[in-house]
């Protein structure tokens, strides 16, 4: 999963936040010198003065860093000198230093520890940040400008992160539709406003619909299996929406998570009919041909910017390039996941019939019978394990220890460096010959003002030409244990650790001169690998005994545990993958229709769109259904939820190659570090994958993680 924010150069990530009708508030106070982001910061790696910082010193700097950068694009594009590398391309990276520092201090603020005043700044800032993004990519003199320096990149001696600038800033600008003329544009900018109209009116219709498709009942014997909080939750919810009896709403995806307890099939049944037809009633909150709609017209906006299909805009700066390659590798995923479900269903087909139960399994039936099967063949429990799993021997002799053995980086703590909460620790990080690296932060612990999950972001970006060394945090919400206690986590909790710290390693290992290429602003479909490739470490065997210990007597975990565990990740894999992957389809199919083609009956397309795949399987149905996958109608996944998977591949891919050359040596980490995790976005990064893999990212050990080949899956 997607756990981390990009900090991005301009555009600033907007999803979530609020935008209220309020009257822009004139900025609080005066912007100088005594403001904490005037100049940049004096502490070690240029650190944010969290004990200097006021919540009123955000706006002020946000609109001063704002006006100051278009101040600077504006000398830019009126340039009266012919446009160069050095005048054109080189002098916008280094624009909007102001604006960047605040913007990552103040994202990083408000994703952890949100406040009624930091809400209201965000409230404020959120329609101008917009405007801001458009003031810079719509700047046609500036296009101009950076137009001139593409043509003639070839002959300008670039060097090659030099030349992979020039074309990245190009393509930023023509993706957005720079090079149309006038009228196209226009064009162009009717077709966002009603993609946006349409998006908007999605996420209303579809909110309503999950609503109102809450499962209601007053008879308390139909909730038979749940436990006596999950039967009050019901209760509450029920009062909360003033109805009597009991209330089971809706999770976004098809299937729901009480499914796995709920003893009474009819209430299974009622309960997945209500989520699979939430957004198909007839009605203000059916949603069909608003995605069909949807559909429709960015078909029309690809041809309008020169290409044959939605998917193929969206993915040309991606790291798969086109359609035909995620569909490609998409395909290939089929047959084994679709077999290892086959093998899932006959098992649970088993437990069915020797309960005497007289039918065949359906989707509202998979959770209640894989649960029993679960039981039956792991019995693992939660509270055994984690007495083995205390966090801050997990970070020490896990986390740093995998670290140190793969690159040679230390820790050491500074409980000098300010931070934003109590609960916020800060490291400094030295590279192998012991110099300063980066400074790394952790905040795990959870808090009702913290936005929920886990993820990785900077402070500081790394880069050559503005003199930074990366600043980089992790932030996760794990249960805090009583003052005095330690805090042991759950092997999820473990893994979550090592993924976000591979987030950071690819932060802290950025070597790039630039720094829009810099760190971890790469492709969306490349971002999980550093991350998900880290989490490999977890359950490798030196590592795993190194931090697995019980935390009063320092015993090792014994090892039938240990393995019940590892082989409990790969339960319902199956099932799985295979909804994920007719969900993938699904979202590819929809945006790679040519912009000829009517309006489609969603139905139709999507029962013909499975078939056509060979997922049109009846006891797994896709994890969202057209009508309620709001990834692609209105957060952003638009022909591109496959990235999960194809994350997947690379670091399934690139964890074996680690095992067919000897494992975790030096050698190994340094050589990964040296040719990706340094790399950022400054090279093709399917070429980058390629060099240091030595060919295309094969997808046979991805099947084989997941134990889908059929060699050791069909069982
Ligand atoms: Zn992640």
Redesign the pocket.
């Known amino acids: 999963?997607?756990?981390?924010r990009k900090a991005m150069k301009w555009a600033i990530l907007l999803m979530g936040m609020l935008i209220t009708n309020e009257v822009a508030m004139a900025a609080q106070g005066e912007f100088g010198p005594s403001n904490p982001f005037y100049a940049a910061s004096s502490l070690p790696f240029q650190a944010p003065p969290f004990d200097k910082i006021k919540d009123s010193d955000y706006q002020p700097a946000i609109e001063a860093g704002m006006a100051q950068q278009i101040e600077e694009v504006r000398a830019i594009a009126e340039n009266p000198a012919p446009p160069t590398f050095e005048n054109t391309v080189v002098a916008l990276e280094k624009t909007g230093q102001l604006f960047v520092r605040v913007m990552l201090v103040f994202n990083g603020v408000t994703g952890a520890n949100l406040n009624p005043e930091l809400q209201k700044v965000q409230d404020i800032e959120a329609p101008k940040l917009a405007a801001h993004q458009d003031a810079i990519y719509l700047n046609s003199k500036l296009f101009a400008r950076i137009s001139a320096v593409y043509k003639e990149r070839a002959s300008l001696h670039l060097d090659a992160e030099a030349l992979r600038l020039v074309e990245y800033d190009y393509l930023q600008f023509v993706h957005a539709g720079a090079n149309l003329s006038d009228a196209d544009k226009e064009e162009l900018k009717k077709l966002n406003e009603e993609e946006s109209t349409l998006s908007n009116a999605f996420t209303t219709k579809l909110l309503s619909a999950t609503k109102n498709a809450a499962f209601v009942t007053t008879d308390k014997n139909a909730l038979a299996g749940l436990s006596a909080a999950q039967i009050e939750g019901a209760e509450q919810s029920a009062k909360d929406r003033k109805v009597g009896g009991y209330v089971i709403p809706l999770q976004n995806t098809t299937q729901q998570p009480d499914l796995g307890e709920l003893s009474v099939r009819a209430t299974r049944h009622a309960i997945f009919e209500n989520s699979w037809n939430r957004a198909e009633r007839g009605g203000a909150d059916d949603t069909r041909e608003t995605i069909a709609r949807l559909a429709q017209l960015r078909a029309q906006k690809a041809k309008l910017l020169g290409f044959e299909t939605y998917a193929a805009w969206k993915l040309e700066d991606q790291m798969a390039k086109n359609s035909a390659a995620a569909l490609k590798f998409m395909d290939a995923l089929v047959p084994g996941a679709t077999a290892k479900a086959a093998a899932e269903a006959k098992d649970i087909q088993a437990v069915i019939d020797a309960q005497k139960g007289g039918f065949t399994v359906q989707p509202w039936d998979w959770e209640f019978y894989s649960e029993q099967v679960r039981k039956a063949r792991y019995d693992l429990d939660e509270a055994q394990v984690k007495p083995y799993f205390e966090l801050n021997n997990v970070l020490k002799n896990g986390v740093f220890y995998a670290a140190n053995q793969l690159y040679g980086i230390t820790f050491k703590e500074r409980t000098d460096i300010p931070v934003y909460h109590p609960d916020v620790r800060a490291f400094e990080v030295f590279d192998a010959d012991g110099k300063p690296l980066a400074l790394w932060y952790c905040d795990y612990f959870k808090r009702d003002n913290k936005n929920g999950g886990a993820?990785?972001d900077v402070f500081v970006n790394q880069s050559k030409l503005l003199g930074t060394l990366p600043v980089v945090f992790n932030v996760a919400n794990f249960s805090k244990p009583a003052p005095g206690q330690p805090a042991l986590i759950s092997f999820g909790d473990v893994t979550t650790m090592f993924?976000?710290f591979?987030?950071a390693l690819h932060g802290m290992f950025a070597n790039g001169t630039y720094p829009s290429l810099s760190g971890t602003q790469v492709a969306r479909d490349f971002?999980?690998f550093p991350?998900?490739f880290n989490e490999h470490w977890a359950t490798y065997p030196a590592v795993f005994s190194n931090f697995a210990k019980h935390y009063k007597t320092g015993e090792p975990m014994p090892a039938d545990l240990a393995a019940k565990l590892k082989k409990a990740e790969k339960f319902n894999s199956g099932y799985a993958l295979t909804e994920v992957v007719a969900a993938a389809e699904l979202d590819m199919q929809w945006h790679t229709l040519p912009a000829s083609d009517g309006l489609k009956n969603p139905d139709e397309f999507e029962k013909d769109a499975l078939e056509k795949t060979h997922l049109w399987i009846t006891y797994v149905p896709p994890r969202y259904r057209s009508s309620y996958f709001s990834h692609v109608w209105s957060t952003g996944y638009a022909a591109g939820y496959y990235a999960y998977l194809w994350s997947e591949m690379l670091d399934d891919a690139a964890y074996e190659w680690f095992e067919h050359h000897g494992g975790m040596t030096r050698a190994n980490g340094d050589r990964f570090r040296q040719m990706v995790l340094s790399r950022g976005n400054t090279e093709d990064l399917g070429k980058m994958y390629a060099a240091w893999y030595g060919g295309e990212p094969p997808v046979e050990p991805m099947l084989r993680e997941r134990g889908l080949l059929p060699e050791d899956g069909a069982k």
């Not at 999963?1 to 981390?4: D, E, K, P, S």
């Open positions: 999963m997607i756990r981390m993820w990785m993924h976000e591979g987030h971002v999980e991350s998900q």
